[in-house]
């Protein structure tokens, strides 16, 4: 690893902290330096090189279409900003601190190429519509990319959910016992956070893709763009409707931030139930070595640690959307330079949710499910005394007498040290003398199970055909 | 004002802090009122009384209809609960802590009213999938609220941009003079930002409008609810697909937390410009005096309270917002006692928004545009710098050396102290030859506005035809 | 219950939302209700009336001193705020919004008892050093009640500590069996929490206990104030050293803010204990009926509400700090009304803060400690496996290489279905042949437990001093 | 520039994700390569290097006078490790990803180094106690590092402040003008602020240098550690007291970073005054060239992007502490890898503040007053108003009297176009027949900053005294 970067901020504890004495007003790096190394935005916006050079070669095709290039400056235009694309992807261009972004790089680097014609490409826009259009480029990508990650999770949750339709352990409420419910069901309460999550990104790049190129530096330009064209070039829905508002609006990085936000809630919420899964009062689970971290003494151990990881996580991409929300708010018309901050922040949102995605999708087929052990958890607690009122209700007991009635049975049984079902039926009828022997088929987990079969219920059979339709909705 | 709840917190600094010795572990009130006090949600959740009546009586009907209950005791169910929510709307309902919560207080109510009956309404039904639907029932009405809001704001906007079309101002970035730029276009700017809130809560909406009533407490229930009929009598697209999932869900409410968000940021943008605008320094505006607050000392003093305070409440919605993410992060399935802390933040979140919309839209109106001075303050900086620059670049000089150009006849003007169109067309020739007499054409405020006339540009004509557009839309 | 004020809320869905066509511009109610309601504070900051009236005493007196008043006037004026002080304790002052504040009120009603006086008491003061002092006084209450309260919460934890010294329960790391501790240093880990925060609270109440009156609206006055004096009779540390500073200050709500949430961390963290510990798999603790909620349906449900509200409060508390960071970030010197908004969160976060520890620490002696179940948790997991690499390192084993060997030892005994302790000697010594008889004095629980019996150690020894010194750090 | 790291990222859109098909559940990488790449912190925790090492040598210089190692040992790990520490200084050490973390990499190496010794030199410890260690080391000198930033900037501010003791401007409440200051006095309201920051920070230090180690991995260890001789070699104020929560306290983290948020809101505030200072509406001041960026296109502009980015930079760090809360919120003890997610988010802290600081403070000498042109806006608005009221009350006329009066003349004022002191003795004694001809001494700009002389205002005299005290406060 080593990169150089790390090793350079690793000599001291603050990597631009002067050594000595900082009180006395003498800094050890002369201001512009100190400027310099404050304003650049290359460390972290030569990501973007893919779209600033994609979104040029459009800009300087419209050009020549409307006259204003030949198109041979044109030609050579994109003929030298895709030698840079090769540069980079080869990892052999030389990025300056001095020429401060990605965009100006890449610029001064196509004007030493193919001198005068580089010196046009500028024409008619700003460094304020090419960022906003190669971050709208780079986030249009990135909702494509996570859209495609939560769904490989999702087929690898819904193909391990094929196997636990009839597997039943203990539903929880309050972290008690509350009903027995199929495993199945439960897996597929985890699809459908990341559905929701899947169509709150979709609605997401609707309004990143909206194409702010042509705004220029805040009041478009007196060239006669034909923003249509560039649109269409660039694959966006439509050209953005006022130059003001497309070179400062952030909301859909906000928006993406937001739903990034959500997605690592559903995440660590999931992660919190493998951590409580995997632990030794519960041993519902194990998961595969691979996901595991042992300990530096004690090798029978198997620590949680992906998802203790993951759920860690949440918190760095809830932070982002905080910045992101500060960073903008109060804000005036049109661009300001507070604005070079929303780039950090997403960037380490996108990688984040990317990552955590990818990790969690491949740890779920490496989980075993403890079958034995979940079924006898859903035993405990007295599961099913709700089946138990219900059937009273059936026989025309009042739900709230029922529920009274229910009550006092099992205050009984917890006294006998007895299960629901061991109760005799002696015993069950002093409580309700309209209890009959068909008690004992809603006693059990089985029974408990296949009875909750209405639409959303936890009966296998229901359960079957959620998962199937979830399935079909996953391949659309 | 002086409502009782007011005059109690005011005795103590802490309404419930021991009055002495909280160190001595011994608490002035008994530890089952601390308990009741600590754990009741009806001085909070009364507010969903309207939607939990409407709820209970679709899950009555639908009882009857599949048998369960008579169609006599649905409708007592309905006549009862119909006449609470009478008592409720005339303030002559009392509510009861001891009983909790409005389900409770509801429930409890109808069967002192109604008998026998009432004590069946709650059957296939938890208080965990009733709540869920309440407030699904009452963000729904919410969402259309504060749309339709937002929308008579944007009427107030785009009245008073259709008066300013021709007016001109300077266009700011970094608070720097840029470029003059139609006030219309500005005001549009603003317009765009709260289309994209408008959809937003449009998409939000549709994640809100799923119903989660038959989930029960979290595994469905034994009755074979007709989950269809109470869907379509309580208007909601369709029945949630999984109730492990249904009684935890409370994205939308995060969604819809992070959509106000943004909502407000955009609000808290637009004061911060009107604060800006109305400041003796700018005076672009006055702001009606009924928008303002006078001060305890300078009676000519207006201060634009309404714009700071709607700045301000900016903060709490974010810090909402977070609130509720912290509260769902880490919570396993299914229905924790934590959610009942959402209810809080997502009412102050929705009254925030609602009348900040309310009161900035009654403020637009109000506003004055000095016109003179705008039209002063676009005069200064030379702003049409860059007309200069793309008119060079018409005759032929490539775009950098153009810049070259006119930042050298720029510093020229500065030093003799005028402006770009002051300058003779000699002293212009001598930093380009190619320079013609049509030039000044370019260096007027005027001409440089209008030749801004591409799509999403700022010329008068161009705006007009995005105000027409923006007026459709909005109408639609 | 049913304070007129939830009793009006609950009726509309949005309190101040008109009931039809927002969108059309016109509202229901009279502009200058809407911004009346919308600019009023009286509903929050009359809980400031007794720290407003003290303040008020102090300036009155204060102002005789400097012969600015009379003290004849100074006297009615004493009077005059204690009759009104009285009123409002005993829920007889009728509070009015178009009086906006608890200031007004207060000094119109004073005036209204007693004239001409009371229009002299504002000399020299304005609203803004006025409420900066109310409010700070009012903190430092707070500070003080908070304290005392996390140090009945200490009492109540070390009490219970104190019969748990030799209590052994499993300890864990990534909530895996690590191992065997001292039930009372786990309690001794919290107890350390909660005296940071004490130190904290401590701390923050320097930087609250300076006052602004006398800064007046942001320059000072031209009379010749003697602050000294006030800051005397107002028991402050000293008075504020500059009056812009002095109004615009907010950071004292911050840090207390921030300080606040730390502590609902803490208590969060126990909470999620708790809950772990109260559930089926765990079963290491019983709390008290009293601060458990039923279930609607399962009368043996015991769930642990309490600890899950205190877990969810803490997302107020966080979002509370970060509404209040929004807030303040960006604005310009010296006072604007965004800094009215700072109350509300200010307010919530004292409430609940106080409210959330007062209820814990009632619960904490009604929980019953499972002791057998906590020692069989540590049982398991092989949690005296470091014992056995560090009795090797006694051997002269170098640690990496005894970490190696317990590894096979530990995997072995895995295979063989046996704990460390089942080993035999013979099989024991099949690992390292160094090893003795003596093993087995540190194999078992309470051979681990002792040996740890350096300073901070869970050695029980150990942890009786520790608890003795905590016990005196509390009671100094 | 071009660090590898950059390149690298640079890459792709999402540097992790795979290239194609990622909903195939087939990843590019190899699990164990996926899983290493998300667990591994070497990449952030290596510039805990010197604090690792420090901490080590301290630790296996106790092991060998407890006689646990022989000084032969002790004095070949600490070489061993110098060397290390040489290396790294040089940049010439290889770190490697396998190996996980900054412990681990240099361990590896020091026993490659120097044989046995080094795999002694983890006895008796902990990766958990042993980051916990570094980390307070490194925060400790950051703490240093940031007071000492701080101070400079304080420096900085006196040194401008003592030019500006005299100098009139407006002072803005709500933003607009309200009474004349000193611009000194303005400029100690910042200083003010940033006292308070060291004080807060100084606190925090006392809750930073307190000693995790001897705690390992949460129990503490069997060998008789000397943790005072470890305290003492390390410079801790104390060994912590509790070995659990010594590993999972992660509290003066969160103190940090909450103390940086007020820094940074500071520091925002202040930013958000130089850009209004700079713009053309007030031009209160010039930038130095240095401290501003021009535009692309426009020569004249001098952009205030300094102090633009580090208002944008508040977001992040107010971001970061948002992340802390969130990982530490709900953690069960002891130690979990959530915790790992703590480094880089305080990491990004320290840096961002010190940067921020570094470069705000180099920009204040940069610094230009255009004293006439505050002045000039001192003379607007009817600053002196409140003078006149003042006068009036001293001449016994009730405050609340005066103010209506005040009111009265202003408003004629306006009407005439006159300001108060342009108005005729006649014209002011039509409003208040005691009104006199010393009344002029009053309305003057500078009587009325003379006036306010108490402790805490604005009168040059007392600002001298005020800024000689804050000077000798910082050379304590």
Redesign the interface.
Known sequence: ???????????S??????SA?????R?TEP??E??E????S???D??L??QDIQGSIAHSKMLAKIG?ISDQEANSIETGLLDIRAQ??A?E?????QLEDVHMNIEARL?DAIG?AG??????R???DQVATDIRL?MR??SD?VI??I??LQ??LL?SASNEVKTIL????????????SLA??L??W???LE?DV??LE?CR??INVMPL????????????D??MTCELLEFDR???????????R?FL??FA?AS??IM?HL??MC??I??W?????KFIDIGD??C?G????????????A??V??????V????????????????????????DK??IFDT??TV??SL??F??MI?SITFNRDIMYQ?AL???AT???L???L?RLDV????A?EI???T??YA?EQGKSLSDLSLTELQSFGTMIKQDVYD?LTLEG??N?????????PARVSE?LD?AKQRLSW
């Open positions: 690893m080593a990169s150089s970067k790390n090793s350079i901020s690793a000599k504890t603050l990597s631009k902290a002067p004495k900082p009180w006395g007003g800094f201001t512009n100190l400027v190394a404050f304003t650049e290359i460390s972290f030569a990501r090189y893919k204003v980079i992807d990892g261009f030389e990025w300056s601190t004007t005068e010196k046009k490409l500028h024409t008619g700003s460094r304020n780079y990508q990135a990319d495609a990650l769904k490989a087929e690898n193909a203990a539903g929880f409420t309050h972290l008690q016992v509350a009903q027995p419910i069901h439960h597929l309460a699809n459908e956070m929701r169509e709150r609605d609707k309004r042509g705004s220029a530096a805040l009041a478009g330009t007196s060239f006669p763009l923003r249509d050209p953005s409707r006022n130059s003001l508002d497309s070179v400062s609006d909301d906000i928006e937001a936000s959500v809630m660590s919420r919190e139930e951590i409580l995997a632990s030794e009062s519960y691979a996901f971290a300990s530096s003494i004690m090798p029978q151990k198997k620590n949680p640690d992906i203790e990881i759920r860690g996580k949440s918190g760095r809830i932070g982002n959307l905080q910045a992101l929300l500060v960073i903008m708010k109060g804000q005036p018309l049109a661009y300001n330079r507070d604005n070079q901050e950090e922040p996108v990688d990317a990552r990818q990790v999708a491949a087929p958890s405990k607690g007295y005394a709700t089946d009122a219900e059937y209700v009042p739900f709230r007498d529920h229910v009550g006092g099992v205050r917890i809603v408990s199970v009875s909750r079969s209405h639409f959303g219920g936890t009966a959620a339709a």
